[in-house]
């Protein structure tokens, strides 16, 4: 019942001001599956703690946000790690990036009672005493502020003391920019690691500025096509805002518009190239159909000297390009 006291009615009050104002008309069957957790993906992180005078990692998926200024951190309690935390009332909370992950993914698989972990990162202590995974994209600083136990876990409610973050993670105005960061996710049912998807709206400001709509999958007739365009240079400038425009609305409201991409040749920059892939054929025809494709191919016709349009095949269809829109 201690948990309570941390899950307020704020929380509570806070999701429901999100969703008051969404309205929707779709109905969708569902299954009872009775009363299994399901509150995944989760960010996969690895605790790092002092234990019997040693660092020690573990991989823990289960940890949360409690408020604006505590995390839960929840572990078995037959994890060796536990002692040390109860011990020092400090921990480290590191997030994992797909470079780390199997280093990450062992040091939850042998137990630190009967292997040294301390040597699997290379680290140091951050201002707090806590150990730092150098490659870590970030790392949180955490003191244990209160200890609970459930049926089989130890919960660790912690305040954050100091957070760490790799540099090049960071936008410019110095925010967390996880578009970046890309931490790894972790699902429960099978077992399994996630990449982090793409970002799709701005949170409470998808009225002013449609998101990127759910994306078709690639079907057997789907088109990978580069399109190299030569400009003609004193039309140059008015070209590119075409295509930014074109480029945009098509990912932001068509389902079948997988990837828009151009760039310009560092050295001649009158030469645009465009990536484009569309989910199948039918996508792609309601796409040059679509009144701001129409608009684009109207209004460039005079500005292009050049257009070849080159199809591609796939080398390795489970490299997939995702666009996204800030």
């Given at each position: 019942m201690r948990l309570f006291k941390y899950l307020t009615v704020a929380m509570v009050i806070g999701i429901a001001a999100l969703c008051a104002d969404a309205q929707t008309n779709i109905t969708m069957e569902k299954t009872n599956i009775g009363n299994r957790l399901a509150l995944y993906p989760m960010p996969v992180t690895v605790i790092g703690a002092e234990v019997n005078n040693k660092i020690n990692w573990l991989i823990v998926a289960h940890v949360g946000i409690i408020g604006h200024d505590r995390i839960l951190v929840s572990m078995s309690n037959k994890h060796y790690t536990n002692s040390g935390i109860k011990k020092s009332g400090k921990l480290s909370i590191n997030l994992v990036s797909r470079e780390m992950l199997p280093d990450a993914d062992y040091v939850g698989s042998v137990s630190g009672a009967d292997v040294d972990k301390s040597g699997v990162f290379d680290y140091h202590l951050g201002e707090n005493g806590s150990p730092v995974i150098d490659v870590s994209p970030l790392t949180m600083e955490c003191d244990v502020v209160d200890t609970f136990e459930s049926p089989g876990f130890d919960n660790f409610v912690c305040s954050v003391v100091n957070?760490?973050?790799?540099?090049?993670?960071?936008?410019?105005?110095?925010?967390?920019?996880y578009a970046r960061l890309k931490p790894v996710l972790f699902e429960f049912p099978t077992y399994s690691y996630l990449a982090t998807g793409e970002v799709i709206g701005k949170c409470l400001n998808l009225d002013r500025k449609p998101s990127m709509c759910a994306k078709q999958p690639m079907q057997t007739d789907g088109i990978v096509r580069l399109s190299k365009?030569?400009?003609?240079?004193?039309?140059?400038d008015e070209y590119l805002e075409y295509?930014?425009?074109?480029?945009?609305?098509?990912?932001?409201?068509?389902?079948?518009?997988?990837?828009?991409?151009?760039?310009?040749?560092?050295?001649?920059?009158?030469?645009?190239?465009?990536?484009?892939t569309y989910a199948s054929q039918e996508t792609y025809r309601s796409h040059i159909a679509s009144p701001h494709f129409q608009k684009y191919k109207q209004g460039t016709l005079h500005m292009v000297k050049d257009l070849v349009l080159s199809d591609q095949n796939v080398v390795n269809p489970d490299n997939q390009l995702n666009n996204f829109i800030k």
């Open positions: 957070t760490y973050v790799a540099n090049d993670m960071l936008d410019d105005k110095g925010h967390i920019d365009i030569e400009v003609y240079p004193q039309y140059l295509a930014k425009e074109v480029g945009e609305i098509s990912l932001r409201t068509e389902p079948g518009v997988l990837t828009m991409y151009a760039v310009q040749e560092k050295d001649n920059p009158c030469m645009v190239t465009i990536l484009e």
